[in-house]
């Protein structure tokens, strides 16, 4: 059976998003960080007209706190997690002839950055919960490291899947083969590195992201970007692969206690009704906003500050994986 991940703008079933649960990771950070991830969730679900959305707690009373906050019409289920970054510990549903089927893969904590008890299963609990086959892969790949355009190309960066902290055994053609083998992948973009000071190795999904079939979303930089030779990088070797690219702005430096932290606007999600762009108080915000939604009519884009989710290493394409109508 060939099974294949559909593209993000494809019409989903539901989505499961993480909501903080850990008052010792968060800190002074956790209930506005829950702010944030309600008004995200919201917008999502778009009082009905949108995807089901399925707010993911750690514990009972974090559930309750979200059920509170989050009102009706929207979902909370209780399954224990070590953080909230659902894009990368949570399942991948790939569409086959026979229906839908969860790819997991192993799970080891960005590289062993931060481990944290219920991460590394919480992708096979979540699928079996929700009905899933589950396919399992022995090899480590977190969801925010790739994105796919629904016509048989993914892209990704070096930085990450090269790293040895991930999967030290494979070759970069070992590697290639098993994301066409598990992902029903046929091509595979190679960029660099990810942005300045992300702790997972720079993942692409804030990077870089498909927009439609062969047509690669960069970010543009900004005047004193740190990224600046990032973007540019990232530009030269899509142009030569022979994708199209299509313009974003970037956030330019973004920086919280005098340090850089990787803010973009390309951690964007892509809901049945709604695009949400994370902002950052920055001068593009509104630009980016319109630049995005520009690329898919029919849906409302709606922009939402994601500060203190970013005190947490990420926005809300990181908390968020897709259950793919199918």
Request: charged content about 25%; overall charge negative.
């Amino acid at each position: 059976m060939t099974l294949r991940q559909p593209p993000e703008w494809a019409p989903h079933k539901a989505v499961w998003i993480g909501f903080p649960s850990h008052g010792e990771l968060w800190e002074e950070d956790l209930a506005p960080a829950r702010g944030e991830v309600v008004d995200f969730a919201r917008a999502v679900h778009d009082g009905g007209n949108g995807e089901q959305v399925i707010l993911v707690a750690a514990d009972a009373e974090s559930a309750e706190a979200a059920a509170a906050m989050a009102g009706p019409g929207i979902d909370v289920i209780v399954e224990p997690f070590g953080d909230i970054w659902l894009r990368d510990t949570g399942p991948i549903i790939l569409a086959g002839a026979e229906g839908p089927v969860a790819a997991e893969f192993r799970f080891n904590w960005w590289g062993g950055k931060y481990d944290l008890p219920g991460d590394e299963d919480v992708s096979a609990r979540l699928a079996e919960k929700a009905g899933f086959t589950v396919r399992s892969h022995d090899w480590v790949l977190e969801g925010g490291a790739i994105d796919v355009d629904g016509a048989g190309l993914a892209v990704t960066t070096e930085q990450c899947l090269l790293n040895p902290n991930r999967n030290p055994a494979l070759s970069r053609e070992e590697i290639e083969a098993r994301l066409k083998s598990a992902l029903g992948i046929d091509r595979l973009l190679w960029l660099g590195d990810g942005l300045l000071n992300d702790h997972t190795d720079g993942h692409v999904d804030n990077l870089a992201r498909f927009v439609g079939p062969n047509r690669l979303a960069l970010p543009v930089p900004a005047e004193d970007d740190p990224n600046a030779a990032i973007y540019r990088d990232a530009a030269e070797r899509a142009r030569a692969f022979g994708v199209e690219l299509v313009p974003i702005p970037s956030p330019g430096k973004v920086e919280r206690d005098g340090e850089i932290v990787p803010a973009s606007y390309m951690n964007f999600y892509i809901g049945n009704a709604t695009v949400v762009v994370p902002l950052y108080g920055a001068p593009n915000d509104d630009a980016a906003i319109e630049a995005i939604g520009a690329l898919f009519p029919g849906r409302r884009a709606v922009g939402f500050r994601a500060d203190h989710i970013l005190t947490g290493g990420g926005s809300f394409h990181c908390i968020s994986q897709q259950v793919p109508s199918i």
